[in-house]
């Protein structure tokens, strides 16, 4: 994997059980198979994607807009149908996303200061986690079964 014409890369990440990975960059998204090593899926927009979430395997996958030329607000959190080749849905806030993770019933937003956590059926917020400062959106999950979310708290150290 290497930068090309198609611009800088913004953000690498694997999906949930690391079969694949996806990458965004200053003009779209790709998603690439691990084994065989091969490029899957392209989509070329005109501005730049910094957080790429795959969902396993399907078609269901988060955007965020990064770079010099965001194809999306940095506060905002679209819900692409690759299948459809349109986003179906979008969850906004007042601060900057700084992650993004999914799981097949929750979707969980980081920004600098508070974690969301919404219901993916019908995006329902289910929890808003109090963090302190979380410049870089450190934020881990279950991938299945019972949630468990891990971040930083409140306080230092």
């Known amino acids: 994997l290497v930068m090309n014409d198609k611009g800088q890369i913004l953000s690498v990440r694997f999906n949930q ?29 005109d501005g730049g994607i910094g957080i790429v979430e795959m969902l ?13 030329h965001p194809k999306y607000p940095l506060s905002k959190v679209m ?14 806030f007042k601060a900057k996303v700084k992650n993004v993770l999914l799981r097949n ?3 969980v937003v980081v920004l600098e ?6 219901h993916f059926a019908d995006l329902r917020l289910v929890d808003a986690i109090e963090t302190c400062d ?24």
């Open 79 to 92: 819900l692409w149908d690759d299948r459809q080749g349109k986003c179906i849905g979008e969850l906004s």
């Open 105 to 107: 019933d929750k979707i």
């Open 113 to 118: 200061q508070r974690i969301y956590t919404y």
């Open 56 to 68: 396993f395997e399907c078609n269901i996958i988060a955007l965020v807009g990064g770079g010099r």
């Open 134 to 157: 979380n410049p870089k959106g450190l934020c881990s999950i279950t991938p299945k079964d019972n949630l468990i979310l891990v971040c930083p708290d409140t306080t230092k150290g």
């Open 17 to 45: 059980d690391g079969h694949c990975f996806a990458c965004g960059n200053e003009n779209g998204f790709s998603i690439y198979n691990c084994s065989p090593f091969e490029r899957m899926v392209q989509r070329e927009f």
